[in-house]
């Protein structure tokens, strides 16, 4: 054990030396720039550090004013809270978590599966009318969900699947992001490669499954948590094509929490201990893939 | 193993329907090394995918064997390529690359592994079919690239430049390689190069081509020694032959090849094909030489003396094994001659050169053709 933490100490002594060599050699402007980043950083964190302390804060620090960061006594009463409230609802929370597993699993599928082959298709593949596709595929991420909400109500309904997980994912599977990141990515594959393949004897299908899709897994990666935390916090479904209480989320029951009462100063302490329920399945998708994650950003040159 | 045929071959691209293969006839014999060479963009690659399968036939037949295979999938023509880039699928170690093409055909696993292991075995690879093809150097992916080719012992490889992306050293060791690879499996070989070095070292037949039109198909020594025409005459051969443009002329019954600046006696046989067949006295015509057959031994300008001219040196390229003169002759493109090392001329100095008559070719102006061999 002694051993192995000298080793890890020595490590981090290494890593340290080599930080500092690194940022010796920076001149003036450089090291500026570490400063402020590394400053950002830190600020980026705080939403988590808050999420995190929130949750565990009990009502009367809930309501602090100047509010705090840091929590002083921390209590897992919002927890009890939030359990004892889904017990005394009608439709049982538990159908609200289901819900949103089937929902999440099958739309996360669904925008990574059409994403990819759309991406394939379109990079791939010359067939005419390729680059008006891409083009409106592009020009639709400008559109602010709120403009599409109608026009999605009525081919939701036409196709008559209000009420049912159908209902729930159809409308999220098209994903322009997806789309885009992935097709970056595929650029990047060489024809040979596939030609290569194709020589050998692949079908069209098996060359985007065992030969372009392990090449641009680190994208893949990225669009499932993308559309992991798309899927998993998306109330708007719930709103607009669920009539039947049983149908709706986990995202919807949890807005639910404070919105629907007369005031808002009751169930914050519930809200916030859902809020760090919502949270933590993405930040641990993330923490999981983070290495490609990171990779995909660096290669797609998009934040 | 099989015979492959080209019978009037067209390739058409774009919104205008260019012609990137224009009527390509040819017969590639069973168990040959055909190459095909020519400048980037002479339609050689096109040809290459088109017999592959990688590319549509605009027009005209090709066969594999007996089959006409213009619309047979590149998987059921029975032939593998190789790519300039190797190709390897990075995710797959180097067993799996070779095997993946047994295993999409459904042949037993040991059969599979017994055929990976003899063709890791020809090629020398044995040692590595556990890395991924990142962990290899490019001769390695090289063979990689090569196994994955002769595993399924098709009918014919195809070769598209398979060895520019490797280093001067290792592309003239696997130039070897591939030349011993093909005497011991002997199997037909297309092979696409730019590299006349390689085209020349290689090839059974070379296929010259030029805006997608064949040039000349022969061996490589006919080829080099009595090209079809100016452009293959320019392309094969480096330094590349010099060409001096001048009218034929008979004088006292001897047919000579007049500039404005001297006259060299043109050798009876020729002499006879440019009068007799192609009645050319007083015409203009293109005599290319190649450097080699230009001397500054002693012994040279004596016997040729109705071969000499006089140019003043201006570049001196040393190589180690020869020595090459560029030398102004009063024209403007400069004469280039091989020499051995030992004559030194400094650069500026006046100096005569025999031209070797014997080897001296003709082409026509106009039509580019060869006229004397």
Redesign the interface.
């Known amino acids: 054990m002694r051993e192995i933490n000298n080793k890890m100490l020595q490590r981090l002594y290494w890593k340290r030396k080599e930080f500092m060599h690194a940022v010796k050699r920076f001149d003036r402007t450089q090291q500026f720039i570490v400063l402020f980043l590394t400053l950002l950083s830190v600020f980026m964190l705080l939403p988590i550090v808050y999420v995190f302390n929130h949750a565990f804060k009990p009502l009367h620090e809930l309501f602090q004013f100047p509010p705090t960061f840091i929590v002083r006594n921390p209590t897992f009463q919002n927890f009890i809270e939030l359990l004892s409230l889904t017990q005394s609802t009608f439709v049982p929370a538990s159908r609200y978590m289901l819900n949103s597993i089937i929902v999440t699993f099958l739309a996360t599928v669904g925008m990574v599966a059409t994403g990819a082959i759309c991406a394939y298709a379109l990079s791939k593949h010359r067939f005419p009318g390729s680059k008006l596709i891409f083009g409106s595929i592009i020009a639709s991420l400008l559109f602010a969900p709120e403009t599409i909400a109608i026009p999605r109500y009525v081919v939701v309904q036409s196709l008559g699947i209000m009420n049912s997980y159908f209902g729930h994912v159809l409308p999220m599977i098209a994903m322009p992001v997806g789309v885009f990141l992935i097709k970056q990515f595929i650029d990047q594959v060489?024809n040979?490669?596939i030609?290569?393949?194709?020589?050998?004897?692949?079908t069209e299908f098996?060359i985007f499954m065992?030969?372009v899709t392990?090449?641009v897994m680190p994208a893949i990666a990225t669009i499932t948590i993308l559309a992991f935390q798309n899927a998993w916090g998306n109330a708007e479904t719930s709103t607009l094509f669920m009539q039947e209480d049983a149908m709706k989320t986990l995202p919807f029951y949890m807005s639910t929490l404070t919105s629907n009462l007369a005031n808002s100063v009751a169930r914050q302490g519930a809200a916030a201990a859902g809020a760090l329920i919502m949270f933590l399945p993405s930040l641990i998708i993330f923490l999981l893939s983070q290495r490609k994650v990171i990779s995909t950003m660096a290669h797609s040159g998009i934040k | 193993m099989a015979k492959i045929l080209f019978n009037h071959v067209y390739k058409r691209y774009g919104k205008f329907k260019e012609l990137a293969v224009n009527d390509f006839n040819l017969e590639v014999e069973d168990q040959e090394f055909l190459v095909f060479v020519g400048s980037s963009g002479c339609g050689k690659s096109t040809t290459l995918r088109m017999l592959?399968?990688?590319e549509d036939i605009s027009e005209g037949e090709i066969y594999i064997g007996d089959t006409i295979v213009n619309d047979v999938?590149?998987?059921d023509r029975d032939?593998?390529?190789v790519?300039?880039?190797y190709?390897?699928?990075?995710?797959m170690t180097v067993f799996e690359n070779i095997a993946?093409?047994l295993r999409?055909?459904k042949v037993p696993k040991h059969e599979i592994e017994l055929s990976v292991k003899r063709a890791a075995r020809v090629l020398e690879i044995e040692n590595f079919l556990e890395r991924k093809p990142r962990e290899l150097s490019g001769g390695q992916r090289q063979r990689v690239a090569l196994g994955?080719a002769i595993v399924r012992t098709p009918q014919a490889f195809l070769m598209d430049e398979p060895l520019s992306n490797l280093d001067a050293k290792l592309r003239v060791h696997m130039r070897t390689e591939l030349i011993n690879l093909h005497k011991k499996i002997g199997v037909t070989i297309v092979y696409v190069t730019h590299d006349q070095v390689e085209a020349m070292t290689m090839g059974s037949r070379i296929v010259v081509m030029e805006k997608g039109v064949i040039q000349q198909v022969d061996k490589p020594e006919n080829v080099y020694n009595k090209p079809a025409n100016l452009f293959v005459a320019n392309f094969i051969g480096n330094p590349p032959m010099n060409f001096i443009t001048g009218r034929l002329q008979e004088r006292n019954g001897v047919l000579e090849f007049h500039t404005n600046r001297f006259a060299l006696r043109i050798q009876e046989q020729h002499a006879y094909q440019l009068r007799n067949d192609h009645k050319l006295v007083d015409r203009t015509v293109i005599m290319g030489i190649r450097p080699e057959h230009i001397s500054f031994e002693e012994i040279a300008l004596q016997t040729c003396e109705h071969s000499v001219i006089n140019g003043v040196l201006q570049i001196n390229e040393f190589i180690g094994s020869d020595r090459y003169y560029h030398m102004d002759i009063g024209f403007p493109k400069m004469v280039v001659a091989r020499a051995h090392p030992r004559y030194h001329f400094d650069e500026g100095a006046r100096a005569a050169f025999a031209l070797d008559m014997n080897k001296a070719l003709f082409f026509h102006k106009d039509t580019e053709k060869l006229l004397t061999d």
């Not at chain 2, 190709?87 to 995710?91: E, F, H, I, R, S």
């Open positions: 060489p040979e490669m030609e290569a393949a194709k020589m050998d004897g692949t098996g065992r030969i392990p090449m | 592959a399968g990688l999938p590149p998987k032939i593998s390529m790519f300039q880039n190709a390897l699928y990075p995710n993946f093409g999409l055909r994955r």
